[in-house]
């Protein structure tokens, strides 16, 4: 009893100690120069006007100062799942951002999602990518990558990217690559 016990207790530390080390998992956590902090299960909310526009969430961030002296700016380094909800003047989400690992620049308002990135719209469309740029700022969200939409009636492809507005409403596919018509049976 005692051998399974104690065997028992090392499979859980071994566990514990395998769950919290994001060594080699986090390209980001090499160098820990400039780190301000470290969070999980992360939620912020940005606003204009006092009305609140999008939440942010990730399962792990690490906040970092960088730049050169006198200019550093905050840098936020985000894995473990983000997510992005744009909000309407109700509050409600009209879209929606998934990815794996993402970035945000405090100074410049741009977050870069990276990995399985997939944007849905209230209307039922989908968009996904391996890379999409959210620019605070402007309100607007664009990649260069290689990006499918779907529609409720069609399936878009395009090699170079698309630009749109946050809400996912108005889109436009650089270099659209094909069409292919949904048929509804």
């Not at 740029?133 to 698309?162: A, C, N, Q």
Request: proline share 2%; charged share 30%.
């Amino acid at each position: 009893m005692r051998l399974f016990l104690c065997a028992y207790i090392m499979c859980l530390l071994a566990a514990c100690s395998s769950e919290n080390s994001f060594e080699g998992k986090i390209p980001f956590q090499d160098s820990m120069e400039g780190m301000k902090s470290e969070a999980f299960g992360v939620e912020y909310y940005f606003s204009d006007s006092a009305r609140v526009t999008a939440r942010l969430s990730a399962g792990h961030l690490i906040e970092k100062e960088e730049g050169e002296d006198p200019h550093f700016y905050i840098v936020q380094y985000m894995d473990n799942g983000v997510e992005i909800n744009f909000l309407n003047s109700d509050g409600l989400t009209t879209s929606k951002i998934n990815s794996e690992s993402g970035i945000y620049n405090k100074e410049q308002g741009m977050a870069e999602l990276d990995g399985s990135v997939v944007l849905l719209n209230g209307k039922g469309e989908k968009l996904e990518t391996e890379q999409l740029f959210w620019d605070e700022r402007k309100d607007s969200i664009y990649t260069t990558k290689f990006v499918r939409i779907e529609t409720p009636e069609r399936i878009i492809t395009g090699d170079h990217g698309m630009r749109a507005n946050s809400e996912f409403t108005a889109w436009t596919i650089l270099e659209s690559r094909g069409e292919l018509t949904i048929d509804d049976e």
